[in-house]
């Protein structure tokens, strides 16, 4: 399934992150494993490192393994939601247009 990735960094563990080489060393690692889809990062409206990646999982007993060294290394906030390209959004439709028979009134 596809899913977005999005993590956050405090400033305080971003620049401990920086200075001991550990975010750089996660970020690469976490796109040598994950291979997204595509990836973003940016300064959120908060000033923190942030980032999106899209990726697959396949089974929900990855998250924590997705998760954890966020968290672990850079006391990272770590968000993770399925999302859809406009290819699976086409592919819902059946999908859309039964729920709009049953409940859209």
């Known amino acids: 399934m ?6 956050s960094i405090p400033v305080e563990g971003g620049n ?3 200075k001991n080489g550990a975010l750089m060393t996660l970020v690469q690692n976490f796109l040598a494993e994950r291979k997204p889809e595509a990836a973003y990062f940016f ?16 089974d929900s007993s990855e998250i924590p ?3 954890e060294p966020w ?3 850079l006391n990272a ?14 592919s819902a439709r059946s999908g859309i247009e039964s729920a709009v028979k049953a409940f859209g009134g």
């Open 43 to 58: 300064a959120d409206e908060d000033g923190r490192r942030s980032g999106f990646m899209v990726i697959d999982v396949k």
């Open 65 to 67: 393994g997705i998760a």
């Open 77 to 90: 906030q770590v968000k993770v939601f399925p999302v859809m390209n406009a290819q699976d959004l086409a």
């Open 16 to 18: 401990a992150g920086i």
């Open 2 to 7: 596809r899913m977005m990735v999005s993590v």
């Open 71 to 73: 968290f672990l290394a």
